[in-house]
């Protein structure tokens, strides 16, 4: 059962541009949701996270929008550069982390 | 800087073969967890931890065993490994099962 759907499954955008990755969940109970970020041979890393108690989480160039009577979260990458080629997966969690399928983002030069 | 590390990177066998994944972290972590990613299908749980000797199965434990003698070590077993089990294995620990997880590196594993 596939509880936290993400979208798109790969995306690729010119150097500068605006990534944007779109995740929706099921369960209204969860309370965590995270961003890991992987690069090709390492481990996903956390990258930025949300609490559903604010609609907007911003470190940096990285923007988590969240929606909770939509139940729906984005992820958006401002100024995106080459080093952000990587797959990104959302995640959503109460009690035990529920992960997104992944998107790999092609940043282009 | 916390750390997770996997014994190896990759890892070929074959059919049949008993296969050991072996976990270690060093931040004291009472939770720790195994995934398989596979192209399109993002991380699935194998079996997760949380403490010493406790495990619970995750989304896709057959075919898996897991063992945790010490709490910085989480083993995943394969008991008789086989073609669908090539994939990417990913150890995770954290310090609850709903916060930040911490990956190590992965192993990628092919059964022939």
């Known amino acids: 059962q596939q509880q936290v759907k993400q979208s798109p499954q790969s995306l690729i955008v010119q150097k500068g541009g605006i990534s944007i990755i779109n995740c929706a969940y099921e369960?209204?109970?969860?309370?965590?949701f995270p961003w890991y970020q992987q690069f090709p041979g390492k481990g996903p890393a956390l990258l930025i996270a949300?609490?559903?108690?604010?609609s907007e989480k911003k470190e940096g160039r990285f923007t988590i929008s969240f929606n909770k009577s939509a139940k729906q979260f984005s992820l958006h990458i401002m100024d995106s550069q080459p080093g952000d080629s990587a797959t990104y997966f959302c995640?959503?969690?109460?009690?035990?982390?529920?992960f997104g399928a992944g998107t790999r983002l092609t940043v282009k030069p | 800087d916390v750390k997770v590390t996997q014994s190896s990177r990759y890892l070929v066998k074959r059919t049949g073969e008993k296969v050991f994944l072996e976990c270690v972290q060093d931040?004291?972590?009472?939770?720790m967890f195994w995934y398989r990613q596979d192209p399109g299908l993002g991380l699935r749980l194998i079996y997760f931890?949380?403490?010493?000797?406790?495990?619970e199965k995750g989304d896709i434990p057959e075919g898996y065993s897991v063992s945790r003698e010490k709490k910085e070590r989480f083993s995943l077993i394969l008991e008789s490994a086989s073609t669908n089990q090539t994939s990417m294995y990913l150890c995770?620990?954290?310090?609850?099962?709903?916060?930040?997880?911490?990956f190590g590196p992965g192993t990628r594993l092919t059964v022939l």
């Open positions: 995770a620990s954290s310090t609850t099962p709903w916060d930040t997880q911490y």
């Open positions: 369960n209204t109970a969860f309370d965590y």
């Open positions: 949300i609490r559903p108690d604010v």
């Open positions: 995640a959503a969690s109460k009690g035990d982390m529920r």
């Open positions: 931040m004291d972590h009472e939770n």
């Open positions: 931890s949380y403490d010493v000797k406790m495990k």
